[in-house]
C-alpha cells in the first residue's frame, strides 16, 4: 500500500498563504489520480482540489483562483498551494491516491485560519 505524509499545515492570517506537501512512498504514483480533501469541524469531507492521472487540476468552486495544485513526480509529490486564505478554509486536509480503485490517505494536516 502506498504511504502518504503531509506537511505545511500551521496558523495563517486571512489573507495570507500556506503551502503543503505530500509524499509519496515508491515510484508509480504519477499515473493515479492524486489530490486533496479537507473536513472542518462538524462538517463532512470534501474535495478541495485533484490532480487526474493525465496532469489535469481539478477543484472545488470555494477554492478556484486561490489554489494551486501540482505535481512533482521526480519527487513523488504533490502540492497545494493556498493563496489568500479565508477563516472557512480552517480544517484538516488529507493528501489521498486512488489507484485501481482502492484509495489510501495520509494523516491529514491542520490548516487554521485565524486573526
Known amino acids: 500500500q502506498v504511504q502518504l505524509v503531509e506537511s505545511g499545515g500551521g496558523l495563517v492570517q486571512p489573507g495570507g498563504s500556506l503551502r503543503l506537501s505530500c509524499a509519496a512512498s515508491g515510484s508509480i504514483f504519477s499515473i493515479y489520480p492524486m489530490g486533496w480533501y479537507r473536513q472542518a469541524p462538524g462538517k463532512q469531507r470534501e474535495l478541495v482540489a485533484r490532480?487526474?492521472?493525465?496532469?489535469?487540476?481539478n477543484y472545488a468552486d470555494s477554492v478556484k483562483g486561490r489554489f494551486t495544485i501540482s505535481r512533482e513526480d521526480a519527487k513523488n509529490t504533490v502540492s497545494l498551494q493556498m493563496n489568500s486564505l479565508k477563516l472557512e478554509d480552517t480544517a484538516i486536509y488529507y493528501c489521498?491516491?486512488?489507484?485501481?480503485?482502492?484509495?489510501?490517505w495520509g494523516q491529514g494536516t491542520q490548516v487554521t485560519v485565524s486573526s
Open positions: 489521498y491516491i486512488n489507484i485501481l480503485g482502492r484509495t489510501s
Open positions: 490532480m487526474t492521472g493525465g496532469g489535469l487540476p
